[in-house]
Nanobody, 122 residues
Framework: QVQLVESGGGLVQPGGSLRLSCVAS???????MGWYRQAPGKERELVAR???????NYADSVKGRFTISRDNAKITAYLQMNNLKPEDTAVYYC?????????????????WGQGTLVTVSS
């Protein structure tokens, strides 16, 4: 079983910064990780993702402000968010596609974290 635990959300003023962390645990052979967010009344959307070899991609709305990175030794992904705007307010979810084995061979398993709230307000 693979689990994700997020941390780092909170209240920040416009223009401020926050860093989110997502730690994965379990029997993991390879893992691609990413961050999604869901604002009130809106659908969940991709923010950024990073593959196991470090390739990244970002939503247009966060390019130049957010940076996703990873520490493979700690199986942790980070989302550094700078110049935050009120429209960035949302619950941020960590997502992973983890290559694991469950008794019937290796397969990719999609996993979600519990979410962490980011509020950008003065």
């Amino acid at each position: 079983q693979v689990q994700l635990v997020e941390s780092g959300g909170g209240l920040v003023q416009p223009g401020g910064s926050l860093r989110l962390s997502c730690v994965a645990s379990g029997r993991i052979f390879r893992i691609h990780m990413g961050w999604y967010r869901q604002a009130p009344g809106k659908e969940r959307e991709l923010v950024a993702r990073i593959t196991s070899d470090g390739t990244t991609n970002y939503a247009d709305s966060v390019k130049g402000r957010f940076t996703i990175s990873r520490d493979n030794a700690k199986i942790t992904a980070y989302l550094q968010m700078n110049n935050l705007k009120p429209e960035d307010t949302a619950v941020y979810y960590c997502n992973a596609a983890a290559l694991t084995d469950g008794g019937s061979g290796r397969r990719y398993l999609e996993v979600w974290g519990q979410g962490t709230l980011v509020t950008v307000s003065s």
